[in-house]
């Protein structure tokens, strides 16, 4: 695991050489920085925890860090701080890991997949209760039932890599953040039932993207040609992703304290 954290390390580390320079030039010029103090960890070092957790087999972050990092990391981490301090500073990588993922982003194969994930912030009797996403979280029904929280939207190409994301509130129609997510991409978009609609369809022909889905057994069948037909039965791909992300990665939790925090382990 070690090796696998050094590598992410050096990725992580490559990135920030050439980014944060930049950003902060741009804060300075635009008054958004007043000074400039380094502190204990770099923001590579930040970053390369908080990715790293994913790919550990922890459940927790609290869990990860006071009895991985603090007990076996250090002499890769020497000027560690303590987990309450290192809650502090991660909402300071923020912008430089919405940065990092672009760089990651997947092949423009001209075959990509999109759905949606479900992101509950706590269960749904609770969610009067809920401070943290007051007015921000919203209360939707799935075909599981009811939940509070948000829908993470997700583009893949057919290699299962990320192409473009979006986080809105549970209540937003699925076929609403379609357009944003294709605008730069072109070809085959392959989604389920949900993303029904015939204005969508004509839209993104103009941008260059086919939409391609199943009909509902109210609707007139129609001719498709046979890769249309072996695209749709390959959209378990999307399903796979999803599944790693919710069970394999934690990306989903209902023991967020802070807005900042719940975007840095999505983004992470």
């Not at 992580?12 to 320079?21: A, H, I, Q, R, Y």
Request: charged share 25%.
């Amino acid at each position: 695991m070690e090796e696998t954290l050094i590598d992410l390390y050096c990725l992580v580390d490559e990135f920030s050489k050439l980014f944060m320079p930049e950003w902060e030039k741009h804060l300075l010029e635009n008054n958004l920085i007043k000074r400039h103090r380094a502190g204990q960890l770099s923001p590579s070092e930040i970053m390369t925890i908080c990715i790293h957790f994913h790919q550990s087999h922890y459940r927790t972050f609290k869990h990860y860090y006071v009895h991985y990092v603090q007990s076996q990391l250090k002499p890769l981490f020497p000027k560690l701080v303590s987990y309450e301090r290192f809650v502090c500073l991660m909402k300071s990588v923020t912008v430089p890991l919405c940065f990092f993922l672009q760089t990651l982003r997947g092949e423009q194969t001209g075959i990509y997949f999109i759905d949606s994930m479900l992101m509950k912030v706590c269960h749904i009797k609770r969610e009067k209760q809920n401070k943290v996403f007051k007015k921000i979280a919203k209360k939707s029904k799935s075909s599981v039932g009811w939940f509070f929280g948000f829908k993470l939207h997700l583009v893949i190409n057919d290699k299962g890599e990320l192409m473009a994301f979006q986080l809105t509130a549970a209540n937003v129609d699925d076929r609403k953040p379609v357009i944003d997510l294709m605008k730069t991409l072109v070809g085959k978009l392959i989604g389920d039932k949900g993303y029904i609609s015939q204005a969508l369809t004509d839209e993104l022909l103009k941008q260059g993207a086919q939409l391609i889905t199943r009909v509902k057994k109210n609707m007139k069948n129609k001719l498709m040609p046979f890769i249309d037909k072996l695209l749709l039965r390959k959209r378990a791909v999307i399903e796979s992703v999803n599944d790693q992300l919710k069970n394999i990665s934690q990306i989903e939790h209902s023991r967020h304290r802070s807005i900042w925090n719940f975007a840095i382990n999505i983004l992470a």
